[in-house]
């Protein structure tokens, strides 16, 4: 098989409520969708959408102005050799691995259609069928925090991540206490300051909650911060944003600096290198999420196709947009959050989503 052509397409996915993080808010994201098409007429959806342009390096736009070199070079690649199709890219492009994870997704579900197959099967098959999830409570009053977390643990979720950083350290605090006196027994908290404080306001909050079971996310902008901060708490550090590729998620394992990781789908370059950095964190017994920064069904299939084959005792779940944004691609298929799990889609082989002809409108851009 070979890739005979590249489609480009867009959609607006607008936060339908409040997500407010440390140094951005998430406003109108554009999606990137990519459809290959290869020699036997088999169709392989890839998606990429970033929440905000201050989350991470990378921007929505840039990721398509990136395809204009990736798409050109793959073309040709056999799609179900993700290896030589990784190193295409790379070889042709440095970095940049959002637009390659949206084409490398496109061609794991590709290969999955070709083979008659799940996404998941090909990623070595499924230890759990339906993967915890967990909810995000954005910036907001310590009465806010606390009333979202219980409507969210009345909907039987169990895994709470608070966000907090980008204003005075007490009010955070305060937060912090609010939701601690309505948490569950059984349910998980996580602290996310998507790198919001410095070494000293981490550890103050850290002393300040010392008795609380929280663990503390991406609570500072630079691994040597988190080296430092490490040494000084004893809430568990788990690390998002500094985990950018396959080497610093080994460093920081074998640093002893990561009690958890939580890793973004496109930031680390796809379903292949995912692969590669879930079977070291299951080998390390290191617990890690398996998340995209944004985006519709298809990353969050690709992220709940990956999710399911982890070890559930080390798994810290696969985040999905959907609850904040409510937009869908396959009403019927598309992955759900259901009593706080995600079900995996059953449309079919692949990433097991279903869709019509022109669904996406026109192509913003087509290889061939
Ligand atoms: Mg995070």
Redesign the pocket.
């Known amino acids: 098989m070979a890739i005979t052509e590249i489609r480009i397409y867009t959609v607006e996915l607008a936060a339908k409520q409040l997500y407010n993080m440390s140094n951005s808010a998430v406003a109108t994201p554009t999606s990137t969708i990519i459809e290959v098409i290869d020699s036997s007429g088999h169709v392989g959806y890839g998606e990429v959408c970033l929440a905000s342009p201050q989350y991470q390096p990378a921007h929505n736009d840039g990721i398509r102005t990136s395809l204009e070199i990736l798409a050109p070079a793959v073309l040709g690649c056999d799609p179900e050799c993700e290896t030589v199709l990784n190193a295409t890219m790379n070889q042709a492009m440095d970095g940049h691995t959002e637009g390659k994870a949206a084409l490398d997704i496109a061609c794991w579900d590709l290969s999955g259609k070709i083979a008659n197959r799940s996404v998941v099967d090909l990623l070595g098959g499924a230890l759990q069928q339906d993967v915890a999830t967990y909810h995000v409570v954005g910036i907001g009053t310590p009465d806010y925090a606390a009333a979202e977390t219980e409507r969210l643990q009345n909907e039987g979720i169990t895994r709470i ?1 608070l966000k907090a950083g980008g204003r005075p350290i007490h009010q955070d605090i305060a937060c912090i206490h609010a939701v601690s006196k309505v948490i569950q027994p059984g349910s998980d908290l996580a602290i ?1 300051t ?1 790198r919001g404080w410095t070494t000293a306001e981490a550890i103050h909050v850290s002393n300040a909650c010392a008795n609380i079971n929280l663990s503390l ?2 609570p500072c902008a630079t691994e040597n911060e988190l080296i430092q901060l490490k040494k000084q708490v004893n809430h568990p550090v788990i690390v ?2 500094n985990s950018t590729d396959i080497t610093a998620v080994a460093r920081m394992i074998s640093y002893g600096l990561a009690d958890g990781f ?1 890793l973004k789908l496109t930031r680390l370059g796809g379903l292949t290198n995912m692969r590669a950095v879930r079977d070291l964190c299951m080998a390390t017994r290191t617990p890690m999420s398996t998340d995209d920064a944004w985006g519709g069904d298809i990353i969050a299939a690709a992220c709940v196709a990956l999710g399911a084959t982890l070890d559930p005792h080390f798994s810290r779940g696969a985040w999905i947009a959907h609850p904040y944004h409510q937009t869908h691609y396959d009403e019927e298929n598309g992955p759900r959050l259901k009593n706080g799990f995600v079900t995996l889609p059953q449309g079919g082989p692949g990433l097991g989503l279903v869709f019509e002809p022109g669904q996406f409108g026109e192509p913003v851009a087509v290889y061939h």
């Open positions: 991540q996310d998507n996310e991406q998002d944003e939580g």
